[in-house]
């Protein structure tokens, strides 16, 4: 008899009787409760509701840390409606503020290449480490994709700090006028900013570069406090051919 992922995998989703619903009102009382007041009342709450604790240190410290008041609008009654703005997402983008700006900029500017017909398809598997000598590691064949690329290099990064595969991207595009496309989870943004800072980098001037960020899905508590979810993708796509994904950062 086939195990459950392997009739997943050969068609039809196998049946799931009695499935529980993965929403609970508990944890979004205790959520709520962390978000106003803070770490001891989502303690008190899980405690009134005969729950276990849901989140981890780290992702109580992260929802603490990017919890965000509302946006709201004040009214003034003598010199009529005037908007007035709290939090920092008026934009999700580094390069566009749409609250600044009455047009966008299109996105893959740059060009993206069609991508070859091949009639095969090839997938090679690393590991890091590698499982034996002679056998390249992850970060060299990242390095070796970037420089061999010609037409198009995109980058999808939660959290992006390498100076010598971002020094790859940087001579790609200005040395072989290779559109490098870059796309970063907003919550850790601000360490590619540092990167790029702490090694004279200017993004504004490069020509052949776009960088983007994105959020995570929203999770609004009852007093309009807001944090988003973050990204955890890493992936690389070279010339529209090849697609490199995995674990590694």
Known sequence: MAHLSQNSS???SPRCENVEA???ESSRLAVDAL??????AYGKVLKQEKAYSFLSRSEVDYIQANAQPPRYTEYDSMNGERGTYTGTDASSSGTYWPMLSDTSIPELDLG???AQKREQTNVTLYFQPPLAEGIPTIKQVA???IRQATKVVAVVMDVFTDVDIFEALLDAACTRRVPVYILLDESEASAF???????GVRLDRQQRVRVRTIKGSAYTTRTGKKFHGSSSEK???VDSN???CGSYR
């Open 35 to 40: 978000v106003a007041e803070g770490l001891e």
């Open 193 to 199: 900013v540092d990167m790029c800072s702490n090694n």
């Open 10 to 12: 050969i068609g039809g």
């Open 242 to 244: 090849v697609v490199w």
């Open 112 to 114: 993206w290449p069609a």
């Open 235 to 237: 992936l690389l796509v």
């Open 22 to 24: 993965t929403y609970k």
């Open 143 to 145: 390095l070796k994709l």
